[in-house]
Structures are given as C-alpha cells and as structure tokens.
C-alpha cells in the first residue's frame, strides 16, 4: 500500500502564501488521481482540490484562483500552492488518492495550516 506523506503546513498571517507537499512512497500518479482534503475543527473533510492521471485540475470553489495543484511525477510528489490565505482556510490539510472525488486511500497525519495574524 502506497503511504503519502504532507509537508510545508505552518503559521502564516493572512494574505500570505504557503506550499504543501505531498510525497508518495513509490510512483503512483501513472495509476491514481490525486487530491487535497482540508479538515477544519468541528468540519467533515472537504476536497480541495484534484489532479488527474493526465494532469486535469478540479477545485473547490473556495481554491479557485487561489490554490494551484501540481505534480512532479519523477519525484512522486503533488504540490498545493496556496496564495492569499484567508482565516478561513485554517485546517488540516491531507492528500490521498482519489477517484469520482471520493479519497481511496487511508489517512496521512496531515499537515496543519493556521491562517492568522
């Protein structure tokens, strides 16, 4: 089973950026299409953002503009730009493999995104 692992969350003031990674442990996006999941307190997770086996991008509403995914399929590795935080877009922020918007996989720990000043 494929394990993937978030990186890059942190502690930024709004309006700023951040970049997550998300690395998979053997190569995969040949086979899956990947997502980001966000999680914020007291919320179900929500699907932020999607990327296709052929590199077709999806996005919530709330990431339109604002969240560019990305993959670098010689490094296993999907990438979640985020540009202009809001406070709003505090979670935690997963990926998994995902299919007909549905995550496939188990859950990573995650990586936690606080947008405030």
């Known amino acids: 089973q494929v394990q993937l692992v978030e990186s890059g969350g942190g502690l930024v003031q709004p309006g700023g950026s951040l970049r997550l990674s998300c690395a998979a442990s053997?190569?995969?996006?040949?086979?899956?299409?990947m997502g980001w999941f966000r999680q914020a307190p007291g919320q179900q997770r929500e699907l932020v953002a999607g990327?296709?086996?052929?590199?077709?991008?999806t996005y919530a509403d709330s990431a339109k503009g604002r969240f560019p995914i990305s993959k670098d399929s010689a490094a296993n590795t999907v990438y979640l730009q985020m540009n202009s935080l809001k406070p709003e877009d505090t979670a935690v922020y997963y990926c998994?493999?995902?299919?007909?918007?549905?995550?496939?996989?188990?859950w990573g720990q995650g990586t936690q995104v606080t947008v405030s000043s």
């Open positions: 053997r190569s995969i996006f040949r086979f899956y299409d």
């Open positions: 990327i296709t086996k052929t590199g077709r991008t």
């Open positions: 998994n493999t995902l299919r007909a918007g549905a995550a496939l996989g188990s």
